[in-house]
């Protein structure tokens, strides 16, 4: 009777003992997971950060846009992903004058379809065309671009009267029979066709076709969207017949002068 607590104790003492071996590794396996080394945090930081961008949160401006609406100037975008389309802006940013940089990357975003961009960059260019030290030819260029952006996007209004004023400037700038006053003639005769003034588009339109026939610009893009203009106004007079001729004529040529991804040639078979 009197060693039965004493065994009593010794059993105790054994089942205390067998709990602190068995809770010892449990312990050092919780401390393994609550700690973390430097290069652990790092890396964890370092996803938090990426997640945005990876799910598209964010939208990024293209480099050159992003540059001109911080500073205002030319050539000075931060180095980043090149604008999306098939030519980099910054090969054309280098370089030239100032009037240069704003009037190529205005033409190729304009060829692109890059509507806004182009707009931004056509406008600034005109800004700069008209600083004394530039010739009339930069003001004409700038703005017969324009007015093809307006074109495309069928503001007829602005580019009508865009064409009106760029006339006399075309003609004093490069001579009264040259492409950029054939090209005037076409987007005048196109507007004004549109607004359903047959006579004078149509009037236009042949000035336009006889000029480029005169310097050999039969085989041009702009030789098949004048023959593209005069079928259109062949339709609004009813001679059905000769407006298939034109649109025949002008498709053939469009084929080899299609634009960018075809766009242009696009655009006018669905007019046709």
Known sequence: MLLKPKSTLCLTFAVVLLANTLALPAATA?????TVSPEEEQAAHTVSIATP????????????????????KAGSEAPAAPQQGKIEATKYIEGGSDWEKYYRNGVIALEERRFQHAENMLLRSIKEAKTPTLGSTSLTDSRLALARLYLKEDRLAEAHELY??????AQSAYGH???EVAECMCGLAYTEARFGHEKTAKDNAEAALNILKTLNKGDS????????????VMVQHGWYDDAKKYFEQSRRLLESHAGFKQ?????VLREQ
């Open 30 to 34: 919780r401390g393994k997971q609550i």
């Open 53 to 72: 961008n990876q799910l598209g949160k964010e939208e990024t401006k293209e480099p050159s846009q992003a540059a001109f609406e911080k500073s205002g």
């Open 164 to 169: 009106v004023i760029t006339l006399p400037k």
């Open 177 to 179: 029979n040259s492409p």
């Open 221 to 232: 893009q702009l030789y098949a969207l004048t023959l593209h203009t005069l079928g259109l």
């Open 263 to 267: 766009l242009d040639l696009a655009d």
